[in-house]
């Protein structure tokens, strides 16, 4: 709310909600076969995509109106920080903590479509295994010591 002229408070008008369509490639597990499911959402174009995948958890219906599970996926820090929430939306791989609806589906009826990262053992539907990845950043004491981060070796030689 804000003040007007008149000493009034006034409301201001909600961005309208928009539909957007959120297909999802979801898989039960590791080496099991992949399906696509969609689903039809009200969204905020602030929103993100996590609350979106959050909207499918409350009501995890398909547009052809079969009742299905929740969508797996990871998340932790919520600030574009920790990474666990990585998917690739629209074909490119983004933190859905930080990607908005506006962004990917400007319009109303766009379709949002979300896969799992390719490059790293699936869990189930959007949710991987990203060990590989921190191993290859920060590597276990005496393990690839080679490639272990600057900062790292320094501590390890007592230089830092
Ligand atoms: S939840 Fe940490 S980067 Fe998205």
Redesign the pocket.
């Known amino acids: 709310m804000t003040e007007q002229s008149n000493g009034a408070l006034a409301h201001h008008e909600a961005p309208p909600k928009r539909r957007i369509r959120l297909t999802v490639r979801r898989a039960e597990g590791p080496n099991k076969p992949w399906r696509w499911e969609s689903f039809d959402l009200q969204v905020d174009p602030g929103q993100n995509i996590?609350s979106c995948l959050q909207q499918v958890a409350a009501h995890p219906v398909t547009t052809d109106g079969v009742r299905t599970t929740p969508v797996a996926y990871d998340?932790?820090?919520?600030?574009?920080?920790?990474?666990?929430?990585?998917m690739v939306i629209n074909g490119r791989a983004r933190?859905?903590?930080?990607c908005l609806v506006g962004s990917v589906a400007p319009n109303d009826g766009d379709v949002i479509t979300l896969e799992p990262m390719s490059k790293v053992p699936l869990y189930r539907d959007l949710w991987v295994d990203r060990e590989r990845l921190f191993h290859s950043l920060w590597p276990r004491p005496g393990v690839g010591s080679d490639r272990q981060p600057v900062r790292y070796r320094r501590r390890g030689r007592g230089v830092a």
């Open positions: 996590i998340a932790g820090c919520l600030e574009e920080v920790c990474g666990a929430c990585t933190q859905s903590c930080s």
